[in-house]
């Protein structure tokens, strides 16, 4: 079967300048801003105020709406200000500001082991709302309602994105390469969820690697495989991908649950392996600082609220 959507582009990739870079954790903020909207759907109420004290996971905003996912603090500091600020769609929300005290050093998360087998599918829902998880593919859509639907509609597959189709970016392939086994538990954790039946990583061809190494790790596993794709713009869309992994078209105006699929991006599912086995909530996330005006390419595990200018002046 030839994995495969009508038409796309081959465009110049550029993925040679980070591909082989590890991920690094980028250095501790000093200070982070906290758009209360990071999410698809509804901003916000804040959970402080200026002046308090932080300590880093702690839950800072919040909403009752459906549509919306909390935010934590990213780093132990203190609240200097909750403030209009823009957001990458063009909108200008509050945002909390936090700074880093010296008199409040840095703690360690406070997580929490648990087995996931052993969670009831509510009890999961509940921990990835709680703990923030959202698409980390682009559209940011809260990951709690996107694996609740609606009664009457049944998942058969889940699909995991690795094929990071864009040019330049190769945070998804590192982390592919560095922490298969946490994803392979995501994918195992919302195929649960949803009662998937099938798990299938779809993988670009031009990330033979990280092919290898999940087929390596899926051995013994009935359930989940991988799929190799062609290297071809747009492959990481969702009805692009659905398409070409299954031969199933989302009707214009539906989505993907109305064939029988989720999708989620790799990185939402390891995501969501650190929130159901330790407690993590979603304050970081790996990204790719590349281009020739860079001065330090590279992979780097970045605190939410992070400025854009500390990472490219690093």
């Not at 597959?157 to 560095?178: K, Q, S, W, Y």
């Not at 990280?210 to 009935?222: M, R, W």
């Amino acid at each position: 079967m030839a994995f495969k959507f009508s038409g796309g582009l081959k465009i110049e990739e550029h993925k040679e300048l980070t591909e082989s870079s590890p991920i690094i954790d980028f250095p501790e903020p000093k200070k982070v801003v906290i758009p209360l909207k990071q999410h698809t759907g509804a901003t916000l109420e804040p959970l402080v105020k200026k002046g308090d004290m932080v300590k880093v996971g702690d839950k800072i905003g919040d909403s009752k709406a459906l549509i919306s996912s909390p935010v934590h603090s990213s780093i132990s500091g203190k609240v200097v200000s909750i403030e209009p600020h823009p957001i990458p769609t063009g909108e200008v929300v509050p945002a909390i500001i936090i700074e880093a005290t010296e008199e409040d050093p840095i703690d360690e998360l406070a997580l929490e082991k648990r087995e996931w087998r052993e969670l009831k599918r509510e009890e999961i829902i509940s921990i990835i709302r709680e703990a923030g998880i959202v698409g980390l593919g682009g559209a940011a859509f809260p990951t709690s309602v996107k694996l609740s639907p609606p009664e009457g509609i049944v998942i058969d597959t889940v699909i995991l994105n690795g094929a990071e189709c864009e040019p330049f970016l190769t945070c998804d392939h590192r982390l592919m390469l560095e922490k298969p086994d946490e994803i392979i538990t995501g994918l195992q954790i919302i195929m649960k969820v949803v009662g998937a039946k099938q798990g299938i990583i779809g993988i670009e061809d031009n990330k033979k690697d990280a092919i290898e190494l999940l087929n390596s790790k899926l051995k013994g596993y009935g359930d989940i495989k991988v799929v190799s794709l062609p290297t071809r713009y747009p492959q990481g869309s969702e009805k692009h991908l659905i398409k070409a992994i299954l031969n199933r078209e989302v009707p214009s105006g539906k989505l993907p649950l109305n064939v029988g699929v989720v999708v989620n991006n790799v990185q939402t599912a390891y995501s969501i392996a650190k929130a159901v086995c330790e407690g993590s909530p979603l304050i970081s996330r790996v990204i790719t600082v590349s281009g020739d005006g860079v001065e330090r390419p590279g992979n780097f595990r970045v605190k939410i609220g992070t400025q854009f200018k500390d990472i490219l002046e690093y």
